[in-house]
Nanobody, 119 residues
Framework: QVQLVESGGGLVQPGGSLRLSCAAS????????VSWYRQAPGKERELVAN????????NYEDSVKGRFTISRDDARNVVALQMNSLKSEDTGVYYC????????????WGRGTQVTVSS
């Protein structure tokens, strides 16, 4: 059974930091590109960052560039999202998504973790 489980969300003040983790099981993790998405209340889900299966390339949504860093540890089957200098507009549910590098229709999602940035 394939599972992606997000953790690390919570309530943080503006300017603070959080580190999200996406733990995968039941799949060959190194064969998957992994992305973090977020969905704010009343808004559509948007791509925040992604990292290739080899970990040699990462991309970021413009508003998080320089503040967020995505990384992966295939030995532990974990992808992390380090979020610094958080802003209220970063509030939302953060989801992890894994997509097979060769078979794009093979896609898995986690259930999400809530991030709230508020004073």
């Amino acid at each position: 059974q394939v599972q992606l489980v997000e953790s690390g969300g919570g309530l943080v003040q503006p300017g603070g930091s959080l580190r999200l983790s996406c733990a995968a099981s039941g799949l060959v993790f190194s064969a998957f590109d992994v992305s973090w998405y977020r969905q704010a209340p009343g808004k559509e889900r948007e791509l925040v960052a992604n990292i290739t299966s080899r970990g040699n390339s990462a991309n970021y949504e413009d508003s998080v560039k320089g503040r967020f860093t995505i990384s992966r540890d295939d030995a532990r089957n974990v992808v992390a999202l380090q979020m610094n200098s958080l802003k209220s507009e970063d509030t939302g549910v953060y989801y992890c998504e894994g997509r097979h590098v060769n078979y794009f229709m093979i896609e898995y999602w986690g259930r999400g973790t809530q991030v709230t940035v508020s004073s």
